[in-house]
């Protein structure tokens, strides 16, 4: 596990010295006084950072493993990471600091350990008897380079093959070199002219432990006694061998080749093939071989007691079978049964009843590991159905666009999600129980349920019961089924605002205890859900237009005596014509022809059967205006208790009454000034210029000037990030206005080169600041300067002015020019008057100033503690009411906590305001500065939460250096400061999270969710948490050998592997060869480590083994070409004999 070196920083500290400039003495006396009312109890020792699980489908998998007496599976990556699964919430992750990929795994069957064979030609023990396994032991070949590896069932000497298709043996208690070599040269020795290729098979025979099958690429196939040391047969074939396999009675093993076809031989008969099977070849009529096919990469050999033996394997398929999917076949007797999967297989596995390689093998099933998923199939069930999957492997089934976290919910909701999700399952599974059943689950020592909600790029959301370090799906919604889908390309209106996935979700908002979820997507819509057990069949879905427009001047006036325009919208009025519409708008294009008033995509005009789980309430969608297309949605809130939605992007912001289905707001960025624009700009539209509004008050305090922004450099970054949040390719102007989705590009959305398309944004969009998808040529510094994005929004009851003497409900907006602006909300009363009467909206005049885009806001009490939204509790709304219920319902009250009235009316709030630059906390109704903490001068925070912990709460932060920061609340004293991951790609931007109880996620690869937590409380909690890999099993016994095998000498021959690869018989190998490194991990880490006399001696007689080996290695290299000229005359000798009696004609 990674050690992180954290810097913890002194208590002591306090944030007097970040109290902004502005502020007077006077109030930072009050700061002083303040700190003492609100008693703070979190400090540096609270916080630890460690990564606890990593959970979805290993990415980019390479290699694959089974042990059948502990039932675990291991599966490597070509990033050298390693996944242990055992039974259904029983998996770990682990990795090889070199990075390199693994090419083969190999388990110590029962025994606790696995070897991994690595593509920088290195070998690794790891110990698989603790919860975090660890390497015992490496090898590091220098000479040559790995191909093969096969360890015998209870052998300790491991066969390594390598490219020169050499044979050295490993002692894999010692991890040292046996001087047992088996030299390509002998094995081959006059049967072939050329050098046979690098070793692709090596496997003992099962009845005879010495005899060795070795298995050349090039198509020969040795048998070699390990006792005299030489070759007992050798079995030629014109084409190469991909893989070989035995039968269990070790009289006949098989081959897969290049050409798909598979050749059976008998050991004794080298000369040809006892049969050749083409699986997937054309029989012509004429007795000519069939057609060659693609090479059969893999094969399996299983015999049962009762029937015909199973043939296993994958490709082999003809060439003219353009655009199949990949096969695995499966012969059995006469049958043969073609499976087709969704990705290409990378290896699979035949899992037996015994472990005994010379026993009848009775398969059952088959894990099949593909490029992007892992698969069992149920060998004894007909039509060999596949077991249902119990592991998170689907988190990537469309690439994940967005994801939230949820610590600490209500607990009726996993329950509520869970038994919606249940009616989705897919039928036709196998009725078996999962056959990987290894380890024991850890101690659940967290109680709370944790919610983590992922968004996709095909408009699908998944909810995931993420409680104590496990996950599992519990509901997956459907956003697009609102949508008329186009079926073919040029079907599709030319109105899309992207080439791909026009639905993708970018943001979520949700609120768990009323369990109202509301999404923006990719395309400028917004769909409001409420959560309902009851089917339904909406007839019309509710739908709105909303036209949000940025109109600015392309100069600026060189006087200031412009009106700016502002509104005060009442009563749902609003300046521009919106109407709520129940169906798409036909109109699509203006008098000069330009595309207009036409949202991106189709909203059904048929009844919409909705299942129970999530239904939808409400559709907004943005629509073109005068040729321009809808801009790209960069903030969204919900809230329940007000039943109001709200979303902004760059041209300014709409907010809509989604119970009366009305817009109440729909103004430009700009507009929201009113007459307190810090920045001199003019519309250039020629609509009706409205008188300011009255009230308009600026908070001086609080202001900080354009010329404070950071340097451009990070200001590129940070707007390509705002703006580019879910585009991967988005850049300068595309040609019809368009822009790519999250996951468009010319390849599939999840292969490999998702890591290079999202290095590619961000170092295009440093090179060409990019703030908006689509931009006349025409456009100015100023309005590139000006196109001000809503990037925060927060609902709340708290003081809107400083006159206020109580809270009321509000709405906080955070712009990307670091402006906190507050529109006061007018609400009806509850029940039937709720529906009746509308929402009055209007700005309040408070502006606050701070250094960067506004990520974040929340409001303290005065007690230190967080004000939630208003929220309402969950009721089923399709069952109707009955008259008491709808009495209560009048009577009901949002759920808000308020401040106690017995405080100083004057300070009765704090407002938490964390942007990219700077976090900033302050006194409410009075608006004063209270306290201030520069986060970053030379990055800028990529995410910023404000998350309980420890019964207190502080605000959690991660940069783009890398750095996770967290501060108290409300001093906003330092209290963890690592350097964990820097930002590498716009995935980790996108996905990282922080939540409550000291949890946070980001997506590691396009398939997997990283958790770490930032609690001391965990860390230490974390080992009891983590399952148990291994676990005491005894091995199943040997099969008997029968009465009458033992007299006449039948049945498996022993070897005594040690006499043959010990020290004493086979002499030392040569230490140039191979390197041995002891690993950190497991009780000989912990022993090497030992402090005291032992650990000075072992350090003493590791330093006297580095001097011999230096010493030792001319002597090595003398002895390397004494052996070659050995070999050598031998050769010569063994030709003079064999030609010494031929004329020259019998050459």
């Given at each position: 596990m990674r050690k992180f070196n954290i810097r913890k920083v002194l208590d002591g500290l306090t944030a007097?010295?970040?109290?902004?400039?502005?502020?007077?003495?006077?109030?930072?006396?009050?700061?002083?006084?303040?700190?003492?009312?609100?008693?703070?109890?979190?400090?540096?020792?609270?916080?630890?950072?460690?990564?606890?699980?990593?959970?979805?489908?290993?990415?980019?998998?390479?290699?694959?493993?089974?042990?059948?007496?502990?039932?675990?599976?291991?599966?490597?990556?070509?990033?050298?990471?390693?996944?242990?699964?055992?039974?259904?919430?029983?998996?770990?992750?682990?990795?090889?600091?070199?990075?390199?990929?693994?090419?083969?795994?190999?388990?110590?069957?029962?025994?606790?350990?696995?070897?991994?064979?690595?593509?920088?030609?290195?070998?690794?023990?790891?110990?698989?008897?603790?919860k975090r396994p660890a390497i015992l032991h490496s090898l590091k070949f220098n000479r040559e380079r790995i191909t093969f590896c096969h360890l015998p069932f209870q052998s300790k000497w491991l066969y390594v093959g390598t490219e020169r298709g050499n044979i050295h043996i490993v002692n894999v208690e010692s991890f040292t070199l046996s001087g047992y070599v088996i030299m390509w040269n002998k094995a081959i020795e006059l049967s072939s002219k050329s050098h046979p290729g690098p070793i692709v098979h090596i496997s003992d025979n099962p009845m005879d432990e010495g005899k060795l099958l070795i298995g050349f690429e090039s198509g020969t196939v040795v048998l070699w006694d390990l006792k005299s040391k030489k070759a007992d047969y050798r079995y030629t074939h014109d084409e190469a061998i991909h893989s070989v396999a035995w039968h269990h009675e070790g009289k006949q093993f098989?081959?897969?080749?290049?050409?798909?076809?598979?050749?059976?031989?008998?050991?004794?008969?080298?000369?040809?093939?006892?049969?050749?099977?083409?699986?997937?070849?054309?029989?012509?009529?004429?007795?000519?071989?069939?057609?060659?096919?693609?090479?059969?990469?893999?094969?399996?050999?299983?015999?049962?007691?009762?029937?015909?033996?199973?043939?296993?394997?994958?490709?082999?398929?003809?060439?003219?079978?353009?655009?199949?999917?990949?096969?695995?076949?499966?012969?059995?007797?006469?049958?043969?049964?073609?499976?087709?999967?969704?990705?290409?297989?990378?290896?699979?596995?035949?899992?037996?009843?015994?472990?005994?390689?010379?026993?009848?093998?009775?398969?059952?099933?088959?894990?099949?590991?593909?490029?992007?998923?892992?698969?069992?199939?149920?060998?004894?069930?007909?039509?060999?159905?596949?077991?249902?999957?119990?592991?998170?492997?689907?988190?990537?089934?469309?690439?994940?666009?967005?994801?939230?976290?949820?610590?600490?919910?209500?607990?009726?909701?996993?329950?509520?999600?869970?038994?919606?999700?249940?009616?989705?399952?897919?039928?036709?599974?196998?009725?078996?129980?999962?056959?990987?059943?290894?380890?024991?689950?850890?101690?659940?020592?967290?109680?709370?349920?944790?919610?983590?909600?992922?968004?996709?790029?095909?408009?699908?959301?998944?909810?995931?019961?993420?409680?104590?370090?496990?996950?599992?799906?519990?509901?997956?919604?459907?956003?697009?089924?609102?949508?008329?889908?186009?079926?073919?390309?040029?079907?599709?209106?030319?109105?899309?605002?992207?080439?791909?996935?026009?639905?993708?979700?970018?943001?979520?908002?949700?609120?768990?205890?009323?369990?109202?979820?509301?999404?923006?997507?990719?395309?400028?819509?917004?769909?409001?859900?409420?959560?309902?057990?009851?089917?339904?069949?909406?007839?019309?879905?509710?739908?709105?237009?909303?036209?949000?427009?940025?109109?600015?001047?392309?100069i600026e006036t060189p006087d200031g005596e412009q009106v700016p325009p502002s509104s005060t919208p009442g009563a749902g009025s609003n300046p521009q014509s919106i109407v709520p519409q129940s169906h798409p708008s036909t109109s699509s294009s203006s008098s000069d022809g330009l595309r207009d008033n036409v949202p991106c995509l189709k909203v059904k005009n048929s009844p919409l059967k909705q299942s129970p789980g999530y239904q939808t309430e409400l559709v907004i969608q943005l629509v073109w205006v005068s040729g321009e297309p809808p801009q790209q949605i960069t903030s969204l809130a919900v809230n329940s208790a007000y039943g109001l939605v709200v979303f902004g992007n760059c041209n300014g912001i709409a907010m809509v009454d989604y119970l009366q289905k009305t817009v109440l707001l729909n103004l430009g960025t700009i507009e929201l000034y009113g007459s307190n624009d810090p920045y001199r700009r003019e519309p250039r539209s020629p609509r009706k210029t409205r008188q300011p509004s009255g009230g308009m008050l600026t908070v001086a305090s609080c202001m900080c000037g354009l010329s404070n922004l950071y340097s451009e450099s990070v200001k590129k970054l940070r707007t390509s990030y705002i703006t580019g949040l879910c585009d991967i390719n988005e850049g300068t102007v595309v040609p019809e206005d368009r822009c790519k989705s999250p996951t468009s590009g010319s390849g599939s959305p999840n292969n490999s080169d998702d890591e290079q398309k999202m290095n590619n944004f961000i170092e295009k969009d440093v090179k060409d600041n990019s703030f908006s998808r689509s931009r006349s040529s025409s456009v100015t510094s100023i309005d590139k300067e000006s196109r001000e994005a809503i990037s925060a929004l927060h609902f709340c009851e708290t003081f809107t002015r400083k006159a206020d003497t109580s809270p009321s409900p509000c709405l906080w907006v955070g712009t990307t020019l670091g402006t906190v602006l507050v529109i006061v909300l007018n609400l009806p009363p509850g029940g039937e008057q709720r529906l009746l009467q509308p929402v009055i909206v209007s700005p309040s005049g408070t502006i606050l100033r701070l250094k960067g885009a506004i990520l974040r806001m929340a409001f303290l009490d005065t007690t230190g503690s967080l004000v939630p939204p208003a929220h309402e509790p969950w009721r089923e709304y399709n069952v109707p009411e009955d008259k008491d219920e709808k009495e209560k319902a009048k009577k009901r009250r949002p759920v808000s906590v308020s401040p106690s009235s017995s405080q100083e009316i004057s300070e009765n709030?704090?407002?938490?305001?964390?942007?990219?630059?700077?976090?900033?906390?302050?006194?409410?109704?009075?608006?004063?500065?209270?306290?201030?903490?520069?986060?970053?001068?030379?990055?800028?925070?990529?995410?910023?939460?404000?998350?309980?912990?420890?019964?207190?709460?502080?605000?959690?932060?991660?940069?783009?250096?890398?750095?996770?920061?967290?501060?108290?609340?409300?001093?906003?004293?330092?209290?963890?400061?690592?350097?964990?991951?820097?930002?590498?790609?716009?995935?980790?931007?996108?996905?990282?999270?922080?939540?409550?109880?000291?949890?946070?996620?980001?997506?590691?690869?396009?398939?997997?969710?990283?958790?770490?937590?930032?609690?001391?409380?965990?860390?230490?909690?974390?080992?009891?948490?983590?399952?148990?890999?291994?676990?005491?099993?005894?091995?199943?016994?040997?099969?008997?050998?029968?009465?009458?095998?033992?007299?006449?000498?039948?049945?498996?021959?022993?070897?005594?592997?040690?006499?043959?690869?010990?020290?004493?018989?086979?002499?030392?190998?040569?230490?140039?060869?191979?390197?041995?490194?002891?690993?950190?991990?497991?009780?000989?880490?912990?022993?090497?480590?030992?402090?005291?006399?032992?650990?000075?001696?072992?350090?003493?007689?590791?330093?006297?083994?580095?001097?011999g080996q230096k010493l030792g290695e001319l002597e090595e290299k003398t002895a390397a070409m004494l052996y070659s000229a050995d070999s050598f005359s031998k050769h010569a000798h063994e030709m003079m004999l064999k030609y010494k009696d031929k004329k020259w004609y019998q050459f």
């Open positions: 007097v010295s970040a109290v902004a400039s502005a502020s007077s003495a006077a109030q930072q006396q009050q700061a002083g006084n303040r700190e003492t009312e609100i008693q703070e109890t979190l400090q540096s020792e609270h916080f630890q950072l460690c990564k606890t699980v990593r959970h979805g489908f290993p990415y980019q998998p390479s290699a694959l493993a089974f042990d059948p007496v502990q039932k675990i599976l291991a599966i490597g990556t070509q990033s050298g990471a390693l996944r242990l699964f055992g039974r259904p919430g029983v998996e770990c992750y682990c990795q090889h600091d070199s990075g390199a990929a693994v090419i083969q795994l190999q388990f110590l069957i029962n025994e606790g350990a696995l070897v991994s064979a690595l593509a920088d030609d290195t070998l690794h023990l790891w110990n698989l008897r603790q098989i081959c897969s080749h290049s050409d798909g076809t598979l050749t059976i031989w008998n050991v004794k008969s080298p000369t040809k093939p006892f049969q050749t099977i083409t699986p997937h070849g054309k029989q012509l009529k004429d007795g000519k071989k069939p057609e060659p096919c693609k090479p059969i990469l893999k094969v399996e050999y299983k015999t049962t007691r009762a029937g015909e033996p199973f043939i296993i394997l994958s490709g082999g398929l003809s060439y003219d079978t353009v655009g199949r999917r990949p096969c695995l076949t499966v012969m059995h007797g006469k049958s043969t049964a073609v499976l087709e999967m969704d990705y290409s297989i990378v290896d699979f596995l035949t899992l037996c009843e015994t472990p005994y390689p010379n026993d009848f093998q009775e398969p059952y099933a088959v894990v099949v590991l593909l490029e992007k998923d892992l698969v069992l199939i149920d060998l004894a069930q007909n039509g060999y159905p596949i077991f249902e999957n119990p592991y998170p492997l689907t988190i990537h089934e469309s690439p994940v666009t967005c994801c939230e976290y949820f610590a600490d919910c209500p607990v009726d909701l996993i329950p509520a999600l869970y038994s919606v999700g249940a009616r989705q399952k897919r039928q036709g599974y196998s009725k078996k129980e999962w056959p990987i059943s290894g380890g024991n689950w850890g101690l659940i020592t967290q109680s709370y349920p944790e919610i983590i909600i992922t968004g996709h790029a095909d408009g699908s959301i998944k909810f995931w019961d993420a409680s104590a370090i496990t996950l599992q799906v519990l509901y997956k919604l459907k956003t697009a089924k609102v949508f008329e889908k186009s079926r073919n390309k040029d079907d599709r209106p030319n109105t899309d605002i992207v080439d791909e996935d026009p639905y993708a979700i970018q943001i979520i908002s949700w609120c768990p205890e009323s369990r109202m979820l509301c999404i923006a997507g990719v395309s400028a819509h917004v769909i409001i859900y409420r959560f309902s057990k009851q089917e339904v069949t909406t007839e019309v879905i509710p739908m709105l237009e909303v036209r949000l427009l940025y109109e600015i001047n392309d709030q704090y407002a938490v305001i964390c942007s990219e630059k700077q976090a900033k906390v302050i006194s409410l109704p009075s608006q004063n500065c209270t306290y201030k903490q520069n986060i970053t001068e030379t990055s800028f925070v990529l995410r910023g939460d404000i998350v309980s912990l420890s019964n207190s709460i502080c605000l959690a932060c991660f940069c783009a250096n890398g750095h996770i920061m967290t501060f108290s609340l409300p001093s906003l004293r330092p209290l963890l400061d690592v350097y964990y991951l820097p930002l590498t790609n716009m995935r980790i931007a996108r996905t990282f999270c922080f939540t409550n109880n000291g949890q946070a996620l980001y997506l590691v690869s396009p398939t997997e969710i990283q958790r770490l937590t930032y609690s001391q409380e965990t860390c230490e909690n974390l080992q009891e948490m983590l399952g148990e890999l291994f676990t005491p099993v005894e091995t199943p016994e040997a099969p008997n050998r029968g009465f009458f095998k033992g007299l006449f000498g039948g049945g498996a021959q022993s070897l005594d592997r040690e006499e043959l690869f010990g020290e004493s018989a086979s002499g030392k190998a040569s230490r140039s060869l191979a390197q041995h490194i002891p690993g950190p991990g497991g009780i000989e880490g912990v022993k090497g480590a030992a402090s005291g006399v032992v650990g000075e001696l072992a350090r003493a007689r590791l330093a006297l083994d580095e001097r």
